[in-house]
């Protein structure tokens, strides 16, 4: 089982190829550069490293959201223009389940925090005491809410993810077991969305998507449909 794992979702953008049981290939780029310029020719880059085709895919896997509006879109739209004409399988995947899978198996609580600004973030838990199991769904909540779902909690926290620091800095004086994953894990990467796949893949209650099916869970309405909201009920 060949499969392509993309990743836009936020200021990163990644791509990868999983097989059978290992990466064969990974990009990775964090510059800030427009990922409507680059991802495309990012999944090119990593197929060839791989020694691949697109033909080769059996599955192809995204993180849809949540994340930067424009990222998710971008990845998504990615995604279903490439596995449609081939009539390929597609899994969609949370962005925060990618962003905490490196902690499976640490022993901590797992919480995955992207920046959503308006003094949010966007979190989930996963215990990874043994294994990697969710505790919540993804939410976009303030900090402080955050920390109201944390204060009970005794086992270490580790906080992964762009909003890890902010988190942090907010946080630390409050909980003693709270700390930031090493930068080296802490941005999500298409090998984890490819790894997640893989398991869902392998899972026969999983249910796989057509192209077509695959959508951006953004999680909010956009800043401008939060506007327009506002003005509609003034």
């Not at 086992?155 to 994953?181: E, H």
């Amino acid at each position: 089982m060949k499969i392509l794992g993309v990743d836009s979702s936020a200021t990163a953008a990644s791509a990868a190829v999983y097989c059978d049981g290992k990466i064969l290939a990974l990009n990775f780029s964090n510059t800030g550069l427009t990922h409507s310029q680059t991802l495309l020719p990012m999944v090119e880059n990593t197929l060839k490293t791989a020694g691949l085709t697109v033909n080769d895919i059996d599955l192809f896997a995204i993180s849809n959201g949540p994340g930067s509006f424009t990222g998710v879109r971008i990845g998504v739209a990615a995604i279903k223009g490439i596995a449609q004409p081939l009539n390929k399988k597609c899994v969609a995947v949370s962005t925060l389940e990618v962003i905490a899978k490196p902690l499976e198996n640490t022993g901590c609580c797992a919480v995955a925090v992207m920046d959503a600004r308006c003094n949010q973030v966007y979190t989930a838990r996963f215990d990874c005491a043994h294994g990697f199991n969710r505790l919540s769904p993804d939410e976009a909540i303030t900090i402080d809410e955050l920390y109201e779902s944390l204060k009970d909690i005794t086992n270490p926290i580790i906080l992964i993810g762009d909003g890890a620091r902010v988190t942090f800095n907010k946080l630390s004086d409050k909980l003693s077991n709270i700390f930031m994953a090493p930068a080296s894990i802490c941005y999500q990467s298409g090998a984890n969305v490819a790894l997640l796949a893989a398991e869902k893949q392998a899972d026969e209650s999983a249910e796989l998507l057509s192209a077509n099916e695959v959508l951006p869970n953004y999680l909010r309405l956009s800043q401008a449909e939060r506007e327009l909201k506002k003005k509609n009920n003034n």
